[in-house]
Nanobody, 123 residues
Framework: QVRLVESGGGSVQTGGSLRLSCTAS?????LAWFRQAPGNEREGVAS???????SYANSVKDRFTISRDNANNTVYLQMNNLKPEDTAMYYC????????????????????WGQGTPVTLSS
C-alpha cells in the first residue's frame, strides 16, 4: 500500500490560485487528483501517467495543471482561475495502471488514497 500525504489546500477568492502537493511513500505509475463536494460523487480531476501523459476533466481543462516529480515521488496540481464550483475536498490517488486506465480517472483503478485537503472558494 502506497502512503500519500497531501498539502496546499485552503481558502481562496474566486479567480485566485492554489497549488496542491502530494508526496507518495514510493514510486507508482499513475497519479491523480480527485475531488468530492458535499452531496456529490468523487470525481477524477486530473491524472498523470509514468510517461508524463496527462488527462483532465472538462470542467478544469485550461485552468488546472498536473505535474509530477519522480525523484521525490510527488505530484502537484496547480489550480488557476478558481471558481466557486471548485470548492471540494481534494484527494491524491496512486495506482499501478497505465495508459487508458490512468487517463480515464476511474476510482476503481486507484488502490491508494490520501486523507484529502480542503479547497474553499469565497466570492
Amino acid at each position: 500500500q502506497v502512503r500519500l500525504v497531501e498539502s496546499g489546500g485552503g481558502s481562496v477568492q474566486t479567480g485566485g490560485s492554489l497549488r496542491l502537493s502530494c508526496t507518495a511513500s514510493m514510486y507508482t505509475y499513475c497519479l491523480a487528483w480527485f475531488r468530492q463536494a458535499p452531496g456529490n460523487e468523487r470525481e477524477g480531476v486530473a491524472s498523470i501517467d509514468h510517461d508524463g501523459t496527462t488527462s483532465y476533466a472538462n470542467s478544469v481543462k485550461d485552468r488546472f495543471t498536473i505535474s509530477r516529480d519522480n525523484a521525490n515521488n510527488t505530484v502537484y496540481l496547480q489550480m488557476n482561475n478558481l471558481k466557486p464550483e471548485d470548492t471540494a475536498m481534494y484527494y491524491c490517488a496512486a495506482g499501478w495502471s497505465s495508459g487508458v486506465y490512468c487517463r480515464r480517472r476511474n476510482r476503481g483503478d486507484f488502490a491508494s488514497w490520501g486523507q484529502g485537503t480542503p479547497v474553499t472558494l469565497s466570492s
